[in-house]
């Protein structure tokens, strides 16, 4: 039993801890930096902290853009954590514009500060509930169980905006900025927020996963 | 109203966790891995630990300490206490940490606020500002409360945020470990100038007190003192706040751990 997650190590995540969460439940996760284990494995899982355009530049440097397009071709699950989930898309405006991997169409833009009549505190820290994108459901998807309005944990200035409205499955809702929470197209899957740091909401998002 | 944050602090020296009143008088509480399970288990939404003497002695113990929560504590937790340099933060980072908090260092060359910013983002970056009243205002502390600094504590969380800290961790040196109630002036002076989130910390006695700390502007709370003895569960917090019409975290029917 077991079944086997690799975690990219670009130098740019928190893999420790996500690496424990899939522990946790149940799977052997084990990190990889380079583009040929990357494609050896089953589940694929991209952490994330930082700023996209150093993120990229991390990936590019160890050969890993690539291999992640090449893997994604394969239709095996690929999860995408925070800008993990971020670095899916077109490009990012974060500091001018910064090609991303292109897996999903859209952008990465700032949180406004202001809008919708109100002043927001950038970074957007802290729990906020998560509830369907387009009145989506949630079965079949990663979010399958939870509850609409159940929360998770947030860390992040800037926000996916996809073009394409199939591909949202959750949306949060920060002082009135509809932040895209969590996405999915077949096996490709991203949240903005940390499933890992989310507590036992998380870990069954976790969970979800790994039942791909 | 976005989602209040209450925060578990644990205050720690070697192995242990130890609190004390108004940063001084220190007494053992417990230990670190078993509160910071336990908070969990009560719906703490974060853990901040900070090493109370960590300039003095060794980090060996907080980083056993860190790397032994994140395997069972499925909650962010702030690391500070004698960090120094981006590569002390990056070892903190790399075992577990997700944020990191500074005060002495960064006060000592404001620029490492800066350099943890470029590094590893603004979100990861907090600036621990331990206030203490004087006859004007306050004037921020360091070293556990025991070194003056001539700085003001509210130009120094503006000038912290300029220079790319994400959060402010603010301790009011006065109220801390005291159970009357949080340093509301100080906490509504720095959170109302901030465009960032402010953590009020220091003086928590009752779930009253949580709410004047929200009311005067805090986006999170720390509590330390109430929880270790017992007088308040998380949980207990989480309902008053509730009931009081304050945003918290909602996790539905699920199990806490």
Redesign the interface.
Known sequence: MGTEVIIIDYGRGNVASVAQAFERVGARASLASTPDKVMTADFLVLPGVGAFADGMAALKERGLDEALKEYSLTGRPFLGICLGMQVLFDKSEEFGNTPGLGLLPGRVAAIPREGEGRTRKVPHIGWSGINPADRRDWAGTILDGIVPGESVYFVHSYMALPDIDSCRVAESDYEGCLVTAAIQEGALAGCQFHPEKSGQTGLKIIQNFLGM | M????IIARLDIKGPRVVKGIRFEGLRVVGDPNELAMNY?GQGA?EIICIDTVASLYGRNSLKEIV?RA??EV???ITVGGGIRSVDDAREL????A?KIAVNTAAVNRPELITELAM??????VVVSIQAKRRSHGWEAYTDYGREHTGLDALEWAKRAEELGA??ILLSSVDMDGTGQGYDIELTRSVAEK????VIASGGMGTPRHCLEAIRSKA??VAVASSIHHGKNGVNDIRAFLMNAGVS??????????
């Open positions: 976005p989602t209040v944050r969990y939404d790397g994140v395997r499925f909650i962010p980072l790399r075992i577990g997700d590094a590893f983002g603004s979100q990861c994400g959060e901030a465009g960032i989130p986006d999170a918290v975290r909602q996790w539905g029917q699920r199990s806490l751990s």
